[in-house]
């Protein structure tokens, strides 16, 4: 049953923002109206979700119990950021459910993903809405992380201003990020990177090969490795808490055959880089591109590690907008030669098993949509968040 409702709803979800988004590509009346439904939709099916993975229940705790009726100096001795504090404190005193307070930190998500290609490349939109449903990391992460996803969503924002040099505003949205998870702080000095140059990996097959052997290293334990080289960073980016118990916090490293599709696609979108850059012409497209390759190798090499892939999540989550720009350049361009068909269709292949296993396996990860209304269902959710908190430990 709950299969079913995910398939609907989520499927639905995508189809509703990608047609309202086309509409809003269209100068009319109405432009607004087409612009802001996408975003309405997504705050009320993804706000509402009850029970979604480990952390959405532990911010609910910490709203309904742990921060509940305490005074604003109370709150802020508490280890949470500032924002947080703030939205806890704010949303307290005007005594909104906590349904309400997960979906204005969807509302804010959405919002600013949109206002970051509304102002950079517009016509991708659509196809950014698509690839945030299909590719998982709206149902499986947006409202576990809630606090860094924000903060992710805000880095993306601020990437915004680099092109144009606005190095102040890149550093006032770089403090709103911090504010939201100090975690943010990584991304501060990423602008000297792209001050004398935009575009960082320009040979496809060199990225390739170290791809490829990122991948390979998914089959070898190498975060011991890695641990011993960062954990001075670790500790100052706030996760020092974590260093003991780092063996405990795992994902599973099983390698299915939709893993090697995807793999595949991303090869593809590799090979296509230099062509996407050529057809967007865009410094901002070159910088998300290159946070994109870092993503993926971050990726794979943390593939079993919770701590280090939330660490480096300021690169991994481009991997969704980068499908997304794969899917605008080839919607746009398949009909002109046969290797960009094939790229088209690899790209559709692998976000269609992305988003088949995502709704395959949705009962076992929590992803499975019940929203908050339902109550009948919500101590079946229950008894999936226990069950994969028992598989992860």
Not at 48 to 74: F, H, K, M, P, T
Not at 142 to 160: G, S
Not at 213 to 240: E, K, R
Not at 257 to 277: A, C, G, Q, V
Request: hydrophobic share 50%.
């Amino acid at each position: 049953m709950l299969i079913i409702e995910s398939l609907i709803v989520y499927t639905l979800l995508a189809f509703l923002m990608y047609k309202f988004a086309q509409l809003g590509e269209q100068k009319t009346r109405m432009q607004p109206i087409y612009n802001a439904l996408p975003i309405i939709l997504f705050t009320l099916v993804f706000g509402l979700r009850y029970s979604v993975g480990v952390d959405w229940e532990n911010y609910q705790w910490i709203y309904e119990e742990e921060l509940a009726n305490l005074q604003w100096n109370e709150i802020t001795t508490y280890y949470y950021e500032p924002a947080f504090c703030l939205f806890v404190y704010i949303c307290h005193m005007l005594s909104l459910p906590v349904y309400v307070f997960f979906s204005v930190y969807s509302l804010l998500q959405i919002s600013l993903l949109y206002a970051t290609f509304k102002k950079t490349n517009p016509e991708v939109i659509k196809y950014i809405y698509v690839a945030l449903i299909f590719t998982g990391i709206a149902i499986t992460d947006f409202t576990n992380a809630i606090r860094q996803h924000l903060a992710v969503c805000f880095f993306m924002y601020a990437m915004t201003f680099l092109p144009e040099k606005k190095y102040f505003k890149y550093w006032l949205f770089c403090i709103f990020a911090y504010l939201c998870h100090r975690s943010a702080i990584i991304v501060f000095p990423l602008c000297f990177i792209w001050m004398k140059r935009s575009d960082i990996f320009r040979h496809p097959i060199i990225q390739c090969v170290i791809l490829l052997l990122c991948f390979i290293s998914t089959f070898f334990d190498v975060i011991p490795l890695i641990l011993n080289f960062t954990a001075s960073l670790i500790a100052l980016i706030g996760y020092g808490n974590y260093l003991d118990g780092v063996s405990e916090l795992t994902f599973d490293k099983q390698l299915g055959i939709s893993r090697y599709i995807e793999l595949l696609s991303l090869l593809f979108i590799i090979l296509f880089s230099n062509d996407m850059k050529k057809y967007f012409k865009s410094d901002f497209f070159n910088m998300i591109y290159a946070l994109f390759f870092m993503g993926l190798c971050c990726k794979y090499l943390f593939l079993g590690s919770m701590l280090f892939r939330r660490i480096s999540l300021y690169f991994i989550d481009y991997y969704f907008v980068i499908y997304g720009y794969a899917l605008a350049y080839f919607a746009a361009t398949f009909k002109t030669q046969v290797k960009n068909l094939v790229g088209a269709a690899c790209i559709y292949l692998s976000l269609f098993v992305l988003y088949a296993k995502q709704i395959i396996y949705c009962e076992s990860s929590t992803g499975a949509y019940v929203s908050f209304f339902q109550e009948d269902l919500h101590e079946l959710k229950e008894e999936q968040r226990a069950e994969l908190l028992s598989n992860m430990n």
